[in-house]
């Protein structure tokens, strides 16, 4: 069974541009939720999405979006791009949105320059 | 609110030697507990995770984590350490009231494995 997959892996953008980052579940796996990780700040939750519906949303400017597509493929976006949100966006999957195991992509690093 | 504290930010240790790495948390209840790995430039292997029942839970690659709610504890442990277990290790926590799905991790502890 094929784990998260997470494209591009690597991607360098300018500031004030965009950025979409893509994640495939794992087959089966309804809940998506998409991670932050810094050296400054460590791993920080962005949002989750099941069922097309967001559930839950961490504490980011709105410039942070997420979807979900009906196949539970998901994007995030990430507009205005600031120097800051250079890090590594980490996907995971799990099949419900509580009490099951949450498995993690390889991550897209994202560099701004 | 959750919050995972680990302690040691960096650790070295003998290959063969015992490691134990530590992981405190904070929360209303009990919560889910997981340690996940990561290697340079990679993403994070989950290790093991507690959800219930027996509080000394086996994971991959011989890890062991005894959860102990009175001291709000979730210390992960294996008795020979190998030169490829040299990574990144984090300790997280899912809220199991609330439903919600997203984890809170600690700061993470950086092992160190010398020859």
């Known amino acids: 069974k094929a784990g998260v997959t997470q494209t591009p892996r690597y991607l360098i953008k300018t500031r004030g541009q965009q950025v979409t980052l893509s994640c495939s579940p794992i087959s089966g796996h309804r809940s998506v939720s998409w991670y932050q990780q810094t050296p400054g700040q460590g791993l920080q939750f962005l949002f989750e999405?099941?069922?097309?519906?967001?559930?839950n949303k961490g504490n980011f400017p709105g410039r942070f979006s997420g979807r979900q597509f009906s196949n539970s493929r998901s994007e995030m976006n990430v507009s205005t791009l600031e120097l800051g949100d250079s890090a590594l966006y980490l996907c995971a999957s799990s099949q419900q949105p509580s009490g099951n195991t949450i498995y993690f992509g390889e991550g897209s690093w994202l560099t701004v320059v | 609110a959750q919050s995972v504290t680990q302690p040691d930010i960096h650790i070295t240790v003998s290959e063969g030697a015992s490691l134990e790495l530590r992981c405190n948390y904070s929360?209303?209840?009990?919560?889910?507990l997981f340690w996940y790995v990561q290697s340079p430039g990679q993403g994070l292997q989950l290790l093991l995770k507690?959800?219930?029942?027996?509080?000394l839970v086996q994971g991959i690659k011989g890890f062991e984590a005894e959860f102990k709610r009175s001291q709000s504890s979730f210390n992960l442990r294996k008795p020979s350490v190998h030169w490829s277990d040299a990574a990144e290790y984090f300790c997280a926590v899912g809220a199991r009231q609330t439903g919600a799905n997203n984890l809170f991790f600690g700061t993470g502890t950086r092992l160190t494995v010398i020859p």
């Open positions: 929360y209303g209840a009990t919560p889910y």
């Open positions: 999405y099941f069922s097309e519906t967001q559930r």
């Open positions: 507690y959800f219930s029942g027996d509080t």
